[in-house]
């Protein structure tokens, strides 16, 4: 299978993360792939992953993160893996797994959204307000129009835990603009209202 058409088929089971081929071994790039010793069957980087993917519907975040780990290491050039472990490394509070990872994702492909999105919610969650919006600010410089608004969502969240209110409206009322029907939007929205102490607006904002 070639590195293009392995990519593709790990990015369909990313996107594909919550649903549960013949096994094919991949080598990682550049190199072939290790015989199996002992007898054993090698696993492929794609059942490696759906296996990560069921196990974390499962909740058994711990052996899916081990099966991430496992096909990372198989394909270490593979942004959607690295994505995959990162995310779910972050989600159980592992953030010094997760950083290197986000920072690999980064490395194999800038123009994509998530690993900024995940390094900057590391940083929020530590009270890194500006580092966050920094990255954030970096990502949207670099990314595609249609994923821009995912990275806005970080930032406009972020300027509201900063308590910069009017600014993280205007990002909140931004977005709703290109996607009306948003519900993180206008749940942000929301929360900017109850901060003010507008329970009315509050309200109305979880209503839309």
Known sequence: MTASAQSFVVRVLLIAATAAGPPVVWAQE????AAPTGGARAVSVEELVKRGNQERREGRVRDAIAS???????APHTYEIRILLADTLRRTGDAARALPEYE?????DPARHEAYAGKALILRAAYDYEGACALVQEGLAKVPPSSRPDLLLVLAETRRRQKRLDEAAGLFRGLLESRPADPQAH????RVAEDRGDLA????GCAS
């Not at 749940?187 to 929301?190: F, H, Q, T, V, Y």
Request: charge should be positive; hydrophobic fraction near 45%.
């Open 30 to 33: 550049g190199g072939d792939a």
């Open 68 to 74: 991430y780990g496992k096909a990372r290491d198989l």
């Open 104 to 108: 690999a994702a980064l490395s194999i």
């Open 187 to 190: 749940g942000g929205l929301a």
């Open 201 to 204: 607006g509050a309200l109305r």
